[in-house]
């Protein structure tokens, strides 16, 4: 699988996954740890929804 994750979208995944992780560990809510799917996402640079729905929001590589 190629990268499709671009910069800018990698920060904000991770950003929003480590808050909710945080909200999830300080206040006990069983649902914040969807938290860790944007995290898991933006550490790796794939997105599998992304590829079904053909988005891709990293540069095109240079040739």
């Not at 300080?26 to 649902?31: D, S």
């Not at 898991?40 to 079904?52: D, F, Q």
């Amino acid at each position: 699988m190629t990268a499709n994750v671009g910069t800018i979208d990698r920060v904000l995944r991770a950003l929003v996954g480590i808050g909710l992780i945080y909200f999830a560990v300080t206040t006990g809510t069983i649902w914040a740890w969807i938290g860790v799917v944007p995290l898991l996402t933006a550490i790796v640079g794939i997105c599998p929804a992304y590829s079904m729905l053909g988005i891709k929001t990293c540069p095109a590589p240079r040739s």
